[in-house]
């Protein structure tokens, strides 16, 4: 009986290790079962408890917890693991009961040494569950920085496009405020920066999949919500203004958006069509669309296509993220914005909060 829970305790050793190594030692995006785990478990237990909330703001605050919760759960599920398979270990070699089995794996692993005295030799694993405690815990220290890092390379650019887009982010709204003050030219060089930050997220959230439940500082901004804004902004201003469109930065930076969201979905497991006909049905109507277009025309855009032949050039381009960014919104409870799918608790699509016109002259309200 003793060698079989040496062999449960060496193999539940080596598939925590193993964890540890897939979440913050490996750059390859391999993923984790527990890290799944303590975020779907953690998930649900903040969801449950901002159920009798009715608004968004109740409901962000409570999930803005979630990130800090997965990161002390999975430190703590890796403490515990360890725990338990140095004691059936400590059990399998020594003449130890099970109580003082684990007390001296628990005495070993954090460095304590209390136990050590109630026996005449120490043996190898004493010395390697010393060494392991403070590995796992200080990688996870090491490990923050470079997560924080990536936060607020992100949050910088989603807060740079609060201005453009207003809040939440739509992206007819982007196109729609540019042609208002004349500087549609300038969406080149927003292309141009979302095309480098799309690849930096897919890049640094397909390795370290907890910063997809770090939400932005302000409830109404999300980083799914202003890429899917970006996005929406170049296929709509491709399709309605072919030769005005600053084509190859949007294209581009379409091609790396969808890319880097498909990249992240294939680590958390969501499924999503590599290869979608461009005539595949959306789950946004022709007639939202319209409604969009009417919106960027009358802000002063000059379409060259009609409605109906601008929505199959769009239909073309939004058919390669529209259900892999729907998915991970709903993944991450983002902010309900307009054109950006359902959510996992009851609520209706948020239009962006518009600004008051406040220049000279201005009719009063």
């Given at each position: 009986m003793r060698v079989g829970f040496g062999v449960v305790g060496g193999l539940l050793l080596l598939v925590t290790?193993?964890?540890?190594l897939r979440n913050m030692v490996v750059p390859r995006g391999l993923g984790s079962l527990l890290t799944k785990m303590v975020w779907r478990v953690l998930r649900r237990v903040l969801l449950a408890v901002s159920r009798p909330f009715d608004s968004y703001e109740a409901r962000d605050r409570l999930l803005a917890w979630l990130a800090p919760l997965v990161?002390?759960?999975?430190l703590g599920s890796w403490l515990l693991s360890i725990f338990c398979a140095y004691g059936l270990m400590m059990h399998a070699v020594s003449d130890l009961n099970w109580p003082s089995s684990f007390r001296e794996a628990g005495s070993s692993l954090f460095t304590l040494g209390f136990a050590s005295g109630a026996r005449s030799q120490l043996n190898a694993l004493d010395f390697l569950a010393a060494a392991t405690g403070p590995v796992i815990i200080a990688l996870q220290i090491a490990y923050l920085p470079t997560l924080y890092d990536a936060y607020n390379r992100r949050e910088?650019?989603?807060?740079?496009?609060?201005?453009?887009?207003?809040?939440?982010?739509?992206?007819?709204?982007?196109?729609?405020?540019?042609?208002?003050?004349?500087?549609l030219d300038e969406l080149r060089g927003l292309y141009e920066n979302w095309e480098r930050l799309a690849a930096d997220i897919g890049e640094s959230h397909a390795n370290y999949p907890v910063l997809l439940a770090f939400r932005s500082p302000r409830p109404y901004r999300s980083w799914i919500i202003a890429m899917l804004t970006v996005m929406d902004a170049a296929a709509m201003h491709m399709a309605l203004a072919p030769t005005t469109a600053s084509m190859p930065p949007?294209?581009?930076?379409l091609r790396s958006s969808f890319t880097a969201l498909r990249d992240i979905a294939r680590v958390v497991g969501v499924r999503f069509d590599p290869d979608p006909h461009p005539d595949t049905p959306l789950r946004l109507t022709f007639e939202e669309f319209a409604d969009a277009v009417r919106h960027?025309?009358?802000a002063g855009l000059r379409s060259e296509r009609t409605v109906e032949d601008a929505w199959a050039h769009f239909r073309g381009w939004r058919v390669n993220y529209e259900q892999v960014t729907y998915e991970l919104a709903r993944l991450v409870d983002a902010v309900p914005a307009l054109w950006s799918g359902d959510r996992s608790w009851p609520t209706r699509?948020?239009?962006?909060?518009?600004?008051?016109?406040?220049r000279p002259g201005a009719p009063a309200e």
């Open positions: 290790l193993g964890s540890i990161l002390v759960g999975v910088t650019e989603v807060t740079l496009l609060q201005a453009r887009a207003a809040e939440p982010a739509w992206g007819p709204e982007l196109l729609a405020r540019q042609a208002l003050v004349g500087t949007a294209r581009l930076m960027v025309e009358d699509p948020m239009p962006p909060a518009r600004p008051k016109d406040r």
